[in-house]
């Protein structure tokens, strides 16, 4: 059942399938995705590659923990449910990509100082992007590392980059043209360019004018001579198109479109009833093992 619920850690949205069944928890899969915004929780049965559940809470990251703590404590869907397995995917701007060839697990921290300052107190993880042949390591701030590994036994740990690559390849491993992908929040963006097989560029930025998501855009297209007359731009996440972020980018690219879900999984009805390119990212984590 579809559902606004305006309650503070109430989830805004909220999807459940009639046939989840919490005696058959153990055969489906958990997927988390946390990001500045909030958090958006899907369940997907694997016997049917059904999703049966969706909740979408929204807060603010100064509360994100103790938010985190209350739904993970009170969800019904969430506390004390043993599930197949847990996957969740996080937003760090501390981030780096290695190419397979030159990736040394004993070495990930000093891989990810290169680029970014890390406190000593920071866990360092990295996930296998299958799709581009790629480690993208990754540093977890320890009090979200804690408050995870508290309430949940076994869990995979994503960067929001990598269900978010996966998910593209897939969908988008046709394309022709050099293309540019942005999955947005409210002040946060990931862009991501690809040709092909071939992923050209990544990273994460945060905004705060619709200027500065325009400078980004721009300034990423010009680098790699992408042409805003030409190449095509795919959004997902939080934008619409009567929504300022859209209005500001179809002013300098003529080709936007909304990404689709993938087809590879099934959803209840009631998903129709949302923008298919808003929860492509936690969508996508399905296709991370």
Known sequence: MLQSISSKIQPVVSITDESYDLGYAHRYRLLIEITNDGATVVVLNQGSDKFILLRDYQFNIEERNRNLEDIFSSDEFLSHVNYKSVTVSIVSPKTTLVPSPFYDSNESRKLLEFNHTLKASDVIYCNYVRSFDLHNVFAVPKDLDELLKSNFKNFNLLHAATPFMEGV????????????????????????????????????????????????????????????????????????????????????????????????????????KIPSHTYFSVFSQALCE
């Open 169 to 272: 390849h897939l969908e988008y491993l046709n394309m022709a043209l050099t293309s540019l992908f942005v999955n947005v929040s409210k002040k946060g963006l990931e862009l991501m360019a690809t040709n092909g097989k071939q992923l050209l560029f990544y990273n994460n930025f945060n905004y705060e004018t619709m200027e500065d998501f325009a400078y980004y855009m721009l300034f990423v297209a010009e680098q790699l001579r992408i042409n805003p007359e030409l190449n095509p731009v795919t959004l997902s996440g939080n934008i619409q198109k009567d929504s300022p972020v859209f209005t500001t980018l179809y002013k300098y690219f003529r080709h936007v479109n909304f990404a689709e879900r993938t087809e590879q999984y099934n959803y209840h009805f009631e998903f129709e």
